[in-house]
């Protein structure tokens, strides 16, 4: 579905992950469109102080975690009833924490998981039925070029955007005879709280504000799956050829994202 600037009635879009960095530069790309928004995120002062500064947008805050799926699903019924059924739902929410396995790391590696994977699917959860039988709308997954290879210290990241990568286009074919598209973003290194730590070079590194308004062009378009900055697109597809044997000897001194902290 492609959405237009001349459509009657103003966007409704549904983001999860909205109080920071990626999910908070999309929220304010669909306020100068002026789209009615939900917003979901862990820190509801922060959602708050974005409505504060969008006062003359209909804007909807919904404090919960993603890995609640009751809390999200309760999110979803609310906007559902004030707005009705969104045209745009972002799975945006996402942690990236270092971790090693043997180290005592497992919660670490399950709470990545139920963020990044679980988390996505149970933001679409409560809007695809209904998207199905109206024959309309698009579910948006936030993925990551880390999950086209294992990244050493990064096992859980890179193993949770590899999931969804593959639920997204498995869902994608789902949806397909209903007329809902489904788009897979694939962001590269992107300026956010996120990266701020990596204690190591970034290449092509992209503010969040240019990052979201090619996202918002790429929906737009229709287009079923980029990657922003496009450089990475190349510097992906080379990685995911590599042989394993040069791609183990090239990272395994590789420098990696610090443990998460406590352990």
Same mark, same amino acid.
């Given at each position: 579905?492609?959405?237009?600037?001349?459509?009657?009635?103003?966007?409704?879009? @549904?983001?999860?992950?909205?109080?920071?960095?990626?999910?908070?530069?999309?929220?304010?790309?669909?306020?100068? $469109?002026?789209?009615?928004?939900?917003?979901?995120?862990?820190?509801? /002062?922060?959602? =708050?102080?974005?409505? $504060?500064?969008?006062?003359?947008?209909?804007? =909807?805050?919904?404090?919960? &975690?993603? !890995? &609640? =799926?009751?809390?999200? *699903?309760? *999110?979803?019924?609310?906007?559902?009833?004030?707005?009705?059924?969104?045209?745009?739902?972002?799975?945006?929410?996402?942690?990236?924490?270092?971790?090693?396995?043997? /180290?005592?790391?497992?919660?670490?590696?399950? &709470?990545?998981?139920?963020?990044?994977?679980?988390?996505?699917?149970?933001?679409?959860?409560? @809007?695809?039925?209904?998207?199905? $039988? =109206?024959?309309?709308?698009?579910?948006?997954?936030?993925?990551?070029?880390?999950?086209?290879?294992?990244?050493?210290?990064?096992?859980?990241?890179?193993?949770?955007?590899?999931?969804?990568?593959?639920?997204?286009?498995?869902?994608?074919? /789902?949806?397909?005879?209903?007329?809902?598209?489904?788009?897979?973003? *694939?962001?590269?290194?992107?300026?956010?709280?996120?990266?701020?730590?990596?204690?190591? !070079?970034?290449? @092509?590194?992209? &503010?969040?504000?240019?990052?979201?308004?090619?996202?918002? $062009? *790429?929906?737009?378009?229709?287009?079923?799956?980029?990657?922003?900055?496009?450089?990475?697109?190349?510097?992906?597809?080379?990685?995911?050829?590599?042989?394993?044997?040069?791609?183990?000897?090239?990272?395994?001194?590789?420098?990696?994202?610090?443990?998460?902290?406590?352990?």
């Amino acid at each position: 579905m492609r959405h237009s600037a001349m459509q009657d009635a103003p966007l409704k879009v @549904f983001i999860t992950g909205a109080s920071s960095g990626i999910g908070a530069a999309l929220a304010a790309v669909y306020a100068r $469109q002026g789209a009615v928004l939900g917003l979901v995120a862990r820190r509801g /002062e922060a959602l =708050a102080g974005f409505r $504060q500064s969008h006062p003359d947008h209909p804007i =909807a805050i919904y404090p919960a &975690d993603v !890995r &609640d =799926a009751d809390a999200l *699903a309760a *999110a979803a019924r609310d906007f559902i009833a004030q707005y009705g059924m969104p045209d745009i739902v972002i799975a945006n929410a996402g942690v990236s924490r270092g971790v090693l396995t043997g /180290e005592g790391d497992l919660a670490t590696f399950r &709470d990545v998981m139920d963020t990044n994977y679980f988390g996505m699917v149970a933001t679409f959860e409560p @809007f695809a039925s209904a998207m199905k $039988q =109206a024959r309309r709308g698009t579910l948006v997954g936030i993925a990551s070029v880390a999950g086209v290879r294992g990244l050493p210290g990064s096992g859980a990241y890179s193993a949770s955007k590899a999931a969804a990568l593959a639920y997204l286009e498995a869902l994608r074919v /789902e949806m397909r005879p209903f007329g809902v598209p489904v788009v897979t973003i *694939a962001p590269g290194y992107i300026r956010t709280p996120m990266t701020a730590k990596n204690p190591y !070079r970034m290449p @092509f590194l992209m &503010d969040a504000d240019q990052f979201a308004a090619k996202t918002a $062009q *790429a929906i737009a378009r229709g287009t079923s799956f980029a990657v922003f900055p496009w450089p990475m697109r190349v510097a992906a597809a080379m990685l995911r050829a590599l042989p394993r044997w040069v791609y183990d000897r090239v990272f395994e001194k590789a420098p990696r994202k610090p443990r998460a902290a406590g352990h």
